[in-house]
């Protein structure tokens, strides 16, 4: 069975601490793609990253950064200094091509900076 | 360039009523999704079309959901005999091809009375 946990329900932290968010996944799939959106209180999901099952380097950009762990099945999400703007629901997402590429999400975090 | 649209952004009918939502996904992609997102849920597949053809209707609830994609460009989604527990947020959603990532729109909040 393909699924994406995601086991924190609500974050709280006050602005300029670190954060991270947990993604773990579960597939049979050894060709797979994990993904992370953003969905601020406007409603819409905004792409954050996509990184494929053989690509485990992790990836910096600005204060985000992800870190892949195959041996985990966790793709985990931390954000650096974090800032009231960074306050929304985040998605983990996973898509495989024996499952035409649909996404199976998370239940998502709901991320809440304090100023 | 213009993102993914979808009209109208919120429909309230009454429960039997026939609905339409129209997704416009960004030019040039192939791949449309659509999904549902019940409140504090993450959102859940419901059919994906490749070009003008249904690759995976999978996610359709019922036979009442249906979805067409004519010409490859904009699809809507119609439900037919509308339930309360059809109450949700409608997400359509579009790739450049398969496995890239898909690029979503405001969604329509769609409630049944």
């Known amino acids: 069975a393909q699924k994406v946990t995601q086991a924190q329900t609500e974050i709280s932290v006050v602005e300029k601490e670190d954060v991270t968010l947990d993604c773990v996944y579960e597939?049979?799939?050894?060709?797979?793609?994990l993904f992370w959106y953003k969905q601020p209180p406007s409603g819409e999901l905004v792409f954050l990253i996509r990184?494929?099952?053989?690509?485990?380097q992790n990836e910096i950009s600005g204060r985000y950064s992800w870190n892949f762990q195959k041996s985990t099945s966790s793709f985990n999400f931390t954000i650096t200094a974090s800032q009231v703007v960074d306050s929304a629901v985040y998605f983990c997402?996973?898509?495989?091509?024996?499952?035409?590429?649909?996404?199976?999400f998370g239940t998502g975090t709901r991320l809440k900076v304090l100023a | 360039g213009a993102g993914v649209s979808q009209t109208p952004s919120n429909k309230v009918t009454e429960k039997g009523k026939y609905v339409e939502l129209r997704c416009d996904p960004i030019?040039?992609?192939?791949?449309l999704y659509w999904y549902r997102q019940s409140l504090g849920q993450g959102p859940e597949f419901l059919i994906y079309?490749?070009?003008?053809?249904?690759?995976?209707d999978s996610g359709l609830p019922n036979d009442r959901f249906f979805a067409v994609r004519p010409e490859g460009s904009v699809s809507t989604l119609k439900i037919q005999r509308t339930e309360r527990g059809d109450s949700a947020v409608y997400l359509c959603?579009?790739?450049?091809?398969?496995?890239?990532?898909?690029?979503f729109g405001p969604g329509t909040r769609l409630t049944v009375l």
């Open positions: 959603a579009s790739s450049l091809r398969e496995g890239h990532e898909q690029f």
């Open positions: 597939t049979r799939d050894t060709t797979y793609y």
């Open positions: 990184r494929n099952s053989f690509d485990e």
């Open positions: 997402a996973l898509s495989m091509p024996s499952g035409t590429y649909k996404y199976i």
């Open positions: 030019s040039g992609h192939t791949a």
């Open positions: 079309f490749q070009g003008t053809g249904a690759a995976d």
